[in-house]
Nanobody, 120 residues
Framework: QVQLAESGGGLVQPGGSLRLSCEVS??????????VGWYRQAPGKQRELVAT???????DYADSVQGRFSISRDYGKKMILLQMNNLKPEDTAVYYC????????????WGQGTQVTVSS
């Protein structure tokens, strides 16, 4: 089965940086997934896409984080990384790691989430 474990959240001042990590436990490699990515949910709002990588390597970012966040994969460690720079108070949310399987219908898996708070 697939299990995801996020880490790296915390409290940071506006303009600061954080790096989120998602460790993927699964029978196959990261390349065996259709997509890997990060979503976030702020209080009172719906969960939204932050960044995703779709096989073979297409990367999409939410407009609100374009140019500030960077998503990457570490195949050797089976980790999905999200580097977040120039953080803003509106980036405050619980961040969730997500993977989707190949084939139809796609199975999706979620981590438990990690809190990111941007505040002075």
């Amino acid at each position: 089965q697939v299990q995801l474990a996020e880490s790296g959240g915390g409290l940071v001042q506006p303009g600061g940086s954080l790096r989120l990590s998602c460790e993927v436990s699964s029978p196959g490699t990261l390349a065996s997934f259709y997509s890997v990515g990060w979503y976030r949910q702020a209080p009172g709002k719906q969960r939204e896409l932050v960044a995703t990588i779709r096989n073979p390597g297409y990367i999409d970012y939410a407009d609100s984080v374009q140019g500030r966040f960077s998503i990457s994969r570490d195949y050797g460690k089976k980790m999905i990384l999200l580097q977040m720079n120039n953080l803003k108070p509106e980036d405050t949310a619980v961040y969730y790691c997500n993977v989707a399987s190949l084939g139809e219908p796609r199975d999706e898996y979620w981590g438990q989430g990690t809190q990111v708070t941007v505040s002075s």
